[in-house]
């Protein structure tokens, strides 16, 4: 599917639809992606592994929403449609999902999310 102006919201962007996620894409230059608007963080309160993938992002500067489950139980959904480990941290962008951080992860048991 070929990507839609956005015009009704007011912003200034491209948005993709890819594997049930939206992406805009606020900046073009030459034709060519500058940045992703979101990279999607899946974490819960009392995961280690979580909080260092969060910190080591924000040491890096990059970009993310993070969707903490214990405070958003609906997100588990959205999480189910792309993953079916249970595990955390989960990393969703433009091109792949990944589980863990530095190869670690917590089970959603471990976590009290079963």
């Known amino acids: 599917m070929p990507p839609?102006?956005?015009?009704?919201?007011?912003?200034?962007?491209?948005?993709?639809?890819?594997q049930n996620s939206s992406f805009l894409i606020r900046e073009w230059w030459a034709g060519r992606m500058v940045a992703l608007?979101?990279?999607?963080?899946?974490?819960?309160?009392g995961c280690p592994h979580c909080r260092a993938l969060c910190e080591d992002f924000d040491l890096r500067g990059v970009v993310y929403r993070e969707i903490n489950l214990r405070r958003e139980p609906d997100e588990m959904a959205h999480l189910q449609e792309l993953i079916w480990e249970h595990r955390l941290p989960v990393v969703a962008d433009h091109e792949r999902v990944s589980i863990g951080f530095r190869g670690q992860s917590s089970t959603f048991a471990e976590l009290g999310l079963e």
Do not use: K, Q
């Open 37 to 45: 608007d979101t990279i999607l963080v899946f974490t819960a309160d």
């Open 4 to 18: 839609s102006r956005l015009s009704d919201s007011g912003e200034e962007g491209w948005e993709f639809l890819i």
